[in-house]
């Protein structure tokens, strides 16, 4: 047999794979070959999107299912035994683990992080592979288990006896946790961002604590209604007959697993303090949800809680962990055992990504001052002085500056999808109200379909729960617009919101983020890939904020009368006041008198486009400069560009790298004065080198001229001629991917099994496209 001539899989089959057998690894519970650990960052162009590669290790390592403790990166012969190591490493430093290993099919080159055996790095024969035991004992002797605590930290997942596994980022905030616990640690944090899976990540959490009995009477506590019922439904099912809800502060001592509101079991009166028919002593853990909100506050009745359970170990989950003068998250639970930010989530393609359309409003630049002696609509003397953004819709409605809101929601709505889910944020209830009903007179045929097109949703309505629940299950068309205040926020799972409307003064990160998390969730069977924010209060400022971890696609401020879809001193954050029993936050009522004026006109004033760079930081400077400045880092020549992209088998994956450094092809198309119409390759070698750029029609032209079409005959013929008009339209991205013979327009030629026959396989076509595209950009 000559190793030469077998692919990398084939050394994996042959070599690999029997040397960790013969080693006593397990091939069905300790071995995961193409172990996916990322699913690759959603990369969006226009209305657009694709992926870019997912990171998947060749092989991860389990001393016992979902306990991992090594990585093996494979390489075909023709490398050098150590030639994985460094990706190898990569993708173990991801998972935090010590051990990788890198093979040729020759031997291994075995890294030891712990140094257990006095080296890092040292050749070892096929058959020397460690065994699990051996892995995991150096592991264990250098994280100074016991053998009591060895057994909690190998306690079994739950599984559903399907192939479902957590991400790599939940096992590790499930492992640390678990291993935190059980070497004593009380107070452990969880930061993890909206949409990542912390309810499923708390419930492993719980469950193996409860099986391996470290843990007996476990309190979940939260702060809205609809959390606990979304989680005894969903993530805490398994515990079936041991799980009881607290309600209407009446107690059971009976169950083991405890799933309350704050309000359930607390209240201003002593009396109403439910959790007191408790022993201090019953709960050996309390698991806090949304732990940033009262739990954080010294004084709070929920700290109350934590407080007098203070026996029990106590985990916090949140998204965004709150620190003020009066308010510290950290300070009572400690620094994060874990921390899984949004902008990794967006990085790794688990989180949607999202563009953000700015519109400043003329009296919100510039104030509004009545005339002495003015009345509102309602005949009341308007008092005299100076009314900014704070003001309005607070203690000032300006009603055509609602409705001008209303028509730009609804004009961007029109020219996307009418019936994307969206969420308004307004400043209180009577805003929302004011708003549901600006949205429903803009949208008569939209309404006349179904009246619930656009509801409001604030706590004190009847119908709110209901309109929420139909709003956040991906099954549901109606409601298609929520208005809002404080009860969206926080907590609500909205797989398939694709806008969000900000027309509230927030200047709070912690309530920022969290309304940035109704969008961050992926919902691929609703073709849920990223959202878009209109921000008409300039709340997406906080972008410039160090502590804001996520990077928008695109800020764009689109110009005065222009469409709004984009081309390709601290006001305190009020607290919700709660219904204590419902469980349903809005905002709180307050007494401030507010003046109803009908007559000041309000416009969109000019603007100006903001893009972000890959780090997520604001180019302050021009575009132009900033592209040529990093593209200039990329490609040292013209020769070098020209070549690099002649070589590149797929040349979206060029584009996709360019994408993820930061590089935003037609925001700079635009400010070269070339238009959408012109190809990324144009635009780089326009801006670096001022090579005279051809739009996509004319390299399409130029191609049909080639040889390339005579090769295939009639049929093979038309075929190039479709994916040329495709490239035409769209890109060279829409030429490559084959999924492109399902369109329509291919259906005359044939199935795409029966097209792909007619270049002698799937490797004919692909040859066909790249002569295609060698004819596309030839000089």
């Known amino acids: 047999m000559d190793k030469k001539k077998l692919s990398e899989r084939d050394i994996c089959t042959k070599f690999i794979t029997p040397a960790l057998e013969q080693a006593g690894w397990d091939r069905l519970t300790q071995i995961r070959e193409e172990y996916g650990l990322t699913k690759g960052r959603i990369l969006v162009s226009g209305q657009m999107h694709t992926r870019a590669a997912p990171k998947r290790a060749d092989y991860v390592l389990f001393y016992k299912p979902n306990i991992p403790i090594a990585v093996v990166e494979a390489k075909d012969n023709k490398h050098s035994v150590g030639a994985g190591m460094q990706q190898g490493v990569a993708y173990s430093d991801l998972l ?110 719980i469950w193996r604590l409860w099986q391996s009995k470290a843990k007996k009477r476990i309190l979940f506590l939260a702060d809205r209604n609809i959390l606990v019922n979304q989680t005894m439904q969903n993530d805490f099912k398994p515990f079936g007959g041991a799980m009881t809800k607290i309600k209407n502060r009446q107690i059971d001592k009976s169950f083991e697993i405890y799933l309350s509101l704050y309000q359930a079991v607390s209240g201003n009166e002593e009396e109403a303090n439910a959790y007191k028919q408790f022993s201090p002593d019953f709960f050996d853990l309390v698991v806090v949800d949304e732990c940033h909100r009262g739990s954080a506050a010294e004084n709070s009745n929920w700290r109350a809680i934590l407080e007098y359970f203070s026996g029990a170990t106590q985990i916090g989950l949140t998204a965004t962990p709150k620190e003020t003068t009066d308010i510290s998250t950290t300070h009572y639970f400690g620094d994060p055992i874990y921390t899984y930010s949004l902008k990794q989530g967006i990085d790794d393609g688990f989180l949607a990504p999202y563009k953000v359309v700015r519109f400043d409003l003329d009296k919100d630049l510039s104030g509004w001052r009545p005339e002495k002696g003015m009345v509102d609509r309602y005949g009341n003397a308007i008092e005299v002085r100076e009314y900014n953004q704070r003001d309005f819709d607070r203690s000032l409605v300006l009603s055509q500056r609602t409705e001008l809101v209303a028509a730009k929601v609804t004009e961007f709505l029109q020219q996307t999808d009418p019936m994307s889910k969206t969420i308004v944020f307004c400043e209180d209830r009577d805003h929302a109200g004011r708003m549901r009903s600006a949205l429903a007179n803009l949208n008569p045929a939209e309404v006349g379909k179904n009246s619930r097109y656009v509801v409001q949703i604030t706590g004190e309505l009847s119908d709110a729960q209901a309109n929420l629940d139909d709003f956040i299950t991906p099954r549901e068309r109606y409601p298609v617009i929520a208005t809002t205040s404080k009860l969206m926020t926080t907590g609500v799972d909205a797989q398939t919101c694709k806008v969000i409307v900000l027309d509230q003064h927030i200047q709070s990160m912690t309530e920022f983020k969290q309304i940035i998390g109704r969008g961050t969730r992926v919902n691929e069977n609703h073709d849920k890939y990223y959202f878009t924010i209109l921000d008409f209060r300039g709340v997406t400022n906080l972008f410039r904020d160090p502590d804001f971890d996520g990077d928008p696609v695109q800020v764009y401020v689109p110009p005065a009368g222009g469409s709004p879809v984009p081309p390709a001193e601290p006001f305190p954050e009020p607290e919700p006041k709660l219904d204590w029993d419902a469980g349903t936050g809005d905002d709180a009522k307050t007494e401030v008198r507010k003046f109803y004026v009908d007559s000041v006109d309000v416009k969109v004033a000019a603007q100006r486009e903001i893009l972000f760079d890959a780090q997520g930081r604001p180019i302050t400077g021009s575009l132009k400069d900033y592209s040529r400045q990093t593209l200039s880092g990329e490609f040292e020549s013209l020769d070098d560009f020209l070549s690099r992209w002649d070589a590149a088998e797929r040349k979206q994956a060029v584009l996709n790298e360019l994408k993820a450094a930061g590089i935003h092809f037609e925001a700079l198309a635009h400010e070269l004065g070339l238009g959408a119409d012109y190809d990324p390759f144009d635009v780089v070698a326009y801006l670096l080198w001022e090579r005279p750029p051809l739009t996509r029609r004319q390299r399409a032209a130029k191609a049909r001229r080639a040889d390339v079409f005579d090769k295939y005959g009639d049929k093979g013929r038309e075929v190039l001629d479709k994916l040329l008009d495709k490239y035409a339209d769209a890109g060279v991205g829409q030429m490559e991917d084959l999924q492109v013979l399902s369109l329509p327009e291919f259906k005359e030629l044939g199935t795409p099994v029966e097209i792909v026959r007619q270049f002698g396989g799937k490797a004919g076509l692909q040859q066909a496209i790249k002569e295609l595209e060698d004819e596309l950009y030839s000089a």
């Open 96 to 205: 935090q683990v010590p051990f990788t290993f890198s093979s040729n099919g020759d031997a291994f080159l075995f890294r030891n992080a712990l140094l257990s055996e006095g080296v890092l790095e040292r050749e070892i024969k096929l058959d020397e592979f460690p065994s699990p035991e051996q892995l995991w004992q150096w592991w264990e002797a250098s994280k100074g288990l016991s053998e009591a605590q060895a057994e909690v930290v190998t306690q079994n997942y739950y599984t559903e006896g399907t192939d479902k596994t957590p991400r790599y980022y939940q096992l590790l905030a499930i492992n640390k946790t678990i291993e935190a616990i059980a070497k004593g640690q009380n107070r452990v944090l969880l930061v993890m961002a909206t949409g990542t899976g912390k309810t499923y990540t708390a419930f492993q959490i």
